[in-house]
């Protein structure tokens, strides 16, 4: 008997394994041969890509802004060194020169965001002079003949919508539905492309289940639920401008950051284990919600969730790919957390803790072709402040993105994650993103070494 439980135990193990191995195996390519070239289309989009907290100053009104000034239960500030976002790159008041500097990068596209703190500073009341701003924006990059691509929503909300309860209440969704159709009709006469929510993951895991982003709760359950709130707000928002004048002629889609997670030991079905809850959580609810309308996850006395909506199905005009990192994950139990990040030996590491790997670039793709809808990598870049990889990453990467395009993905256009250097959320300005450095004192910009991989190929 206690042998044929074993063996039974043994055979359903091995099983489970060689499954797993066999259906999620982790992609390596031998860099040092000679690589096939690859041709992009002429109507690839290329493009830069900033957020309006990071990058603009002044913002006064949001919840990032009460957060840079919180400690946490032991007194330690909430940003890195009490960093704080202040003037950030000045880019509300420099946005002429800078779209001088898209221009000399030779992309056509610039993706920023709005900050709705800024345009609607109390409930309903919307600000003329920030939506002024924003349609100067628009046109000095029109005039260049830059196409503007709009962020509504990223990671910032004003300080009225968290006091009502943020994205953590569903009725909450129709006051950030009428900012979108606000801001829509001011602009969709000149913007074509519109990115509804920004990471809805990253938001909901960050400040709700690690609790370095605002508010700063612990709680897997919620943040589920909240990252839920942000897929319906996304769909909702799709149908109210697709009805708006405008409407069919934009493209309007979601932005969503994949993760790839690998165990740590490949034959250990608790490291499986936890990547498959991991990515299940965090990359696949957002395919299966898109590409069927249905939310459902149920890993008792973790997370529970189901939500079915059919109509939302397929609404997004184009999936918005945002690319970082790869983490290998090994079982442990720590409070909430059922797992460690690990990093291998053989990793090339960026300044932020992701490992550098092209090829879970390219695995992204392949994952979310499912939802068969042209792919846009909204952002891809690396924390480099020493700038001795940024060369490297950006020609493997773009390499990996091209080669899932020869095998026939539907990627359109690709934004390089930032501009320049910027207020990097609970890091504060210490990771330097940047194509483009920035003094903080002077505010002078100056285009890095390694950037001019990405100058040259965009040429080419
Ligand atoms: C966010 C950016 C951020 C970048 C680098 C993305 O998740 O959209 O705002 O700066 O990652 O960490």
Known sequence: YVSFIVTLFFSVYMFSLVYLILKYPETR??????????????????????????????????????????????????IKDGQEAGDACNHWNLYKEDIELIKDLGVNHYRFSLEWSKIEPTRGSYSQSALDHYSNVIDELIKSD??????????TNPIWFDDLGGFEVEDNIEIFESFSEKVFSEFSDRVKIWCTINEPAVYSVMGYFQGVFPPGRKNPQLATEVMKNLLVAHTRVYSKLKALPNGESSRIGLVKNIMQFDPYRRWNLMDWMACRISSSIYNEITLSYLNDGEISVNYPGFVSLKYTDKEAAGKTDFFGLNYYSHVHLKFKINGTDFFENKYLESDTMTDMPYAIYPEGLYRAIKLVETLDKPIIITENGI??????????????????????????????????????????????????????????????????????????LVKS
């Not at 196409?147 to 990223?154: A, D, E, M, S, Y």
Request: proline fraction near 2%.
């Open 29 to 78: 390519w031998s860099w040092d041969k000679e690589r096939e070239k690859i041709k992009l289309p002429d109507s690839f989009i290329w493009g830069t890509a900033t957020a309006s907290h990071q990058v603009e100053g002044g913002c006064t009104n949001n919840n990032w802004f009460k957060w840079e000034s919180c400690k946490d239960k032991g007194g330690k500030p909430r």
């Open 146 to 155: 830059v196409v503007p691509v709009l962020t509504l929503h990223h990671f």
């Open 383 to 456: 924390a480099d402040d020493k700038d001795d990889r940024r060369e490297l990453f950006i020609e493997r990467y773009i390499y990996a993105m091209g080669r899932a395009i020869k095998e026939g993905s539907k990627v359109e256009g690709y934004f390089y994650w930032s501009l320049m250097d910027n207020f990097e959320w609970a890091e504060g300005y210490d990771m330097k993103f940047g194509l483009y450095s920035v003094d903080f004192k002077t505010q002078k910009r100056k285009l890095r070494r390694g950037s001019k991989a990405f100058v040259d």
